[in-house]
Nanobody
Framework: QVQLVESGGGLVQAGGSLRLSCAAS??????MGWFRQAPGKERDFVAA????????YYADSVKGRFTTSRDNAKNTVYLQMNSLKPEDTAVYYC???????????????WGQGTQVTVSS
C-alpha cells in the first residue's frame, strides 16, 4: 500500500525558514513534488523533481526562495522554504507521480498535508 507521510510544518515568522519532508512507502516514484492550498483557494503546484534530481520545476511564486530535493535511498522528498511570506500560508501536500512530471499534470498519489503558517 502506498503512503506519503509529510512532516516539518509549523508556525514561523515572515522571513524565516522551514523544511518539509515527505517519506514515501509502498513503491518508488518517477517524480515527486509539492502542492499547497490556502483557505478558500484551489490547490496549486509548488515544485516537482524527477527521480534523477536533474530536472526541477517551480512555481513562479516560489522561485529563488524554495528548493526541492530528494533522497532516493530513503524514498523521501524535501522542500526547503526560505524567506517565507504570509502569503505562503497554506496546507502543503506531498505529491507523487508514476511517470514524468509535466506542467498541469495531476499526481497519482497525495500525502495527508501539513500546515504551514507564516505570521507577519
Amino acid at each position: 500500500q502506498v503512503q506519503l507521510v509529510e512532516s516539518g510544518g509549523g508556525l514561523v515568522q515572515a522571513g524565516g525558514s522551514l523544511r518539509l519532508s515527505c517519506a514515501a512507502s509502498g513503491r518508488t516514484f518517477y517524480a515527486m513534488g509539492w502542492f499547497r492550498q490556502a483557505p478558500g483557494k484551489e490547490r496549486d503546484f509548488v515544485a516537482a523533481i524527477e527521480r534523477s534530481s536533474s530536472i526541477l520545476y517551480y512555481a513562479d511564486s516560489v522561485k529563488g526562495r524554495f528548493t526541492t530535493s530528494r533522497d532516493n535511498a530513503k524514498n523521501t522528498v524535501y522542500l526547503q522554504m526560505n524567506s517565507l511570506k504570509p502569503e505562503d500560508t497554506a496546507v502543503y501536500y506531498c505529491a507523487a507521480f508514476t511517470s514524468t512530471y509535466y506542467k498541469g499534470r495531476s499526481p497519482n498519489y497525495w500525502g495527508q498535508g501539513t500546515q504551514v503558517t507564516v505570521s507577519s
